[in-house]
């Protein structure tokens, strides 16, 4: 980050945040009248933005039940906002979690929502700097890099530019994790309801977050040196729904942004031999 | 209000699809973090204490309420949850067979204990909010000051000026670097601007980068430039200006100034030992040179300044005989109670050299006068200093120029202190004021002295030889060299000051042995033409107690084949006469034949004593003596000389100018002679014809 202001502007409370907007659209009441002004700004131009970020957050639960199924007890949530009810640390009762933001109020809500919890903790760092992040001792005292974590980015990479190379990123965390650890990413995209999600765009200009939407292709990209698990990258709601609060019968609804979980494989192999098929 | 709800088997059947249904209708509208069966077992246990209060098994209106609140807890906690859940629990309360009484009770109490949760909730959740923002603004705060507190630190300690300006290239903040580098108050400097401080040559050069930073440029631009000094001198710098981009308040321009032509740090820590002597501690003759020159402009007019220089006397003996150890512990010493002296006043104690010292006065109404400093120099360097195996005590010589004119120059006026230092001690005076006559003069004698050296190598300087006769009969009996530097400007330099030039540069001993050398071949030259003349070489004192003198003899009386007794050497007599290391190599000298003589013999009774013992064989005496002697002064050199023959020694005198001397000193018993009345020095050639006669 370059910001050469002294004052972060997450805390200057006439700049709506997206961490606290999110919340007011899942009902919650920690958010500021801008954050509300936002929240129904986007519910104007897409009426049915509670219920995706209600999908969003049943996407998350059965994503980490998922990965503690499969023996992942640690997670680190990049770009997690606030962590309120049915977050990872309540989701996965038994885990280490650690959160990280940037955004200044969102860490400190955090920190507050989490004061009674030994296993989670709350990082204010840039996902875009995996060194940083991966040297915070918050983070390298909590969770063991030698065995496998879930690596959480939910609606989240869609506010990093292509100039600062998001598959990058992902890149570099994956080369840091243990083979078995988890990729779980939700990612917004305007390939269903695509001026719906323009207007969405524009509405959120005045945050410092700008919306950055991808194909599915793209989305899938990020997942590369991973193992995508079945259904592949496909609308978060269609990820393996269990009930009637997982998917919404309007079809747009449930792709308005991609889900996608994959697993580092034990070896792994670059793509061009994957692409070959069965040396081995 | 007395109809039980059904209790017969399709009772649990009806709950539990009741239940079904509300977790369906739920689970669409709120987030629920819980999977479908765990929220349905929850809302099955909710219709079962429903149905309770219902049945009249519990207060109707306390198993609604706390229903309600359940439910909030549960997250479900929208208004869309409470529309469905009063829609779907009242039809299914009803349906079971519950009175409408009882059911609208329930069903109320459930949408009381709803709202109120839901505002507890609410409320709880910007609290929070509002302690979370609290908290991120202390901690920004905190961070700020922290990053205030460091950049403070750097900002105040680096040796890098920084500036922040406006667009404009006004001056908003500045630390004290840039001040120095510039020659300004760094108060002064705020609200001037930047360009106002460039050299005028580099002013549209640093316009057109600010031009570049204010159209929006993101990089910092660094250059070589020069600014200007408050006293019109030129500083060099690295300079580098940065945008500092801000949301508020207008962006600034981040200036970096590196100094190029100051010292950096390093040199910095170096300055110390460049201007203080390591042993003493005490500031050198460079940094003594700058105070000088400030206090000159910035001394009071009515008091002005005085400067002292101090030589230690015969320092050179303590460390040559009592080791280098005691020679620093004293001057260690000397520079301790140098300080003491002028503890009172405003002053610099420097040391200058081996054992020179100055001492810089800035004097005021109280400063007591020279004599009186003076005096207390000697005074306390006098008392004597413990030393391993005894105690010495110190004297010193000083030089002093006193309330020199403000626009002096310090290099002349240590010049002065020098040479007025210089005269104290050939005047045997503890101390001399400068004069500026007398400054001239010995100046002159100074540049002369320092030309010497190339005059001697360009044969400008001669060796001439005058006779010495024996009283008797006038007959020539030794020859003697004398020097003459024919010097084209000043004409003939005589024999004496020849060697008081070469005494003020340190050249006496080259000078002598070349001329005693020269005089030992013009021997050989005689001789080989059949004249058996021998060559009386007066030495002067550095060369008379200079260690390699039996040497230098041996080798200039080997290399010419000259018997000793062709060799007379004239001696200083307080070396001749004395017990020291030279007396035993001249005496070595005198038993192998060399004519040994004590030249500038004073008859003094110990140097009477000590005659008979010595390696002199005659004395010389050069006391001045007009035509008729005093009666009284006649008699005792009459006796001083039965004297010294009677303790076996001859005697000789010079400056004998008229026959009535020459008499007088006949009848009084001395042997030879030199003088004007026995002709001028000349060249070797004019004592041929004499001698053979």
Known sequence: MTDLGWVPDGIDTNVPNVARTYDYLLGGAHNLAVDRELGDRVLDALPGARRMARINRSFLRRAVTHLVASGVDQFLDLGSGIPTAGNVHEVATRARVAYVDSEPVAVAHARLLLADVDRATAVQADLRDPDDVLSRPEVADLLDFDRPIGLLLLLALHFVPDSDDPWGVVARYRDRLAPGSHLVVTHATADRRTRAMRDVADSTARTRERLHYRTRAEVTRLFAGFDLLEPGVTGFALWRPEGAGDISADADDNAVAYAGVGVKPTAHPTPDHRARGTLT | MTAALPRDGDAPRARAKLAKKWTYLLSSRAFVPLTNRDLERHLLGFVERLCAGVGGEAPAHRVGREVGVALVDLDCATPDCLQCTVEVVGRGLLAMGGSRERVATAVAALAAGFV????????????????????????????????????????????????????????????????????????????????????????DGIRADYAQLTRGGTTSITQPRKLLRADGETAWVTLTLSPLRRHEGGDRVVVLAEDATDVNLLQGQLNHQALHDVLTRLPNRQFFTSRLEQALRTADPDTGVTVFHLDLDGFSAVTGGLGREVGDHLLKVAAARLEEVVAEESAMVARFGFDEFAILVENSPSTPDVVTTARRINDRLAEPVDVRGGRIACTARIGVVHRPPRHASPEDLLDSAHLALRRAKGGGRRWELADPVRDRLDRRVLGLAATLPGAWEGGEVVVRYQPLVALEDERLVAAEPRLRWDHPELGEVPHERCFALAEDIGLVVPLGTWALRAACAQARSWRELGRDLPVRVSLAHAQATDPDLVAVVRSALADDGLPPGSLWLGVPADVVLGDGEAADGLRALADAGVGVEADGFTAAPADLTRVAGSPARAVRMSRPLTDRPEPLVARVLADLTAVVREAGVGVSVTGVATPAQARWWRDAGADTACGPLYGPAGPPEDLGPRSNT
């Open chain 2, 116 to 203: 109120e949760r839901v505002r507890a909730v609410t409320l709880a959740q910007q609290e929070q909010l509002g302690r979370s923002l609290h908290r991120a603004m202390r901690q920004a705060q905190v961070e700020l000051e922290v990053v205030r507190a460091h950049h403070d630190v750097v900002e105040g300690h680096t040796s890098t000026g920084i500036a922040t300006t406006d667009p404009r290239a006004r001056v908003v903040r500045v630390n004290a670097a840039l001040g120095r580098i510039v020659d300004r108050a760094p108060g002064a400097l705020a609200g001037t601007s930047l360009f106002d401080l460039a050299h005028p040559a580099e002013r």
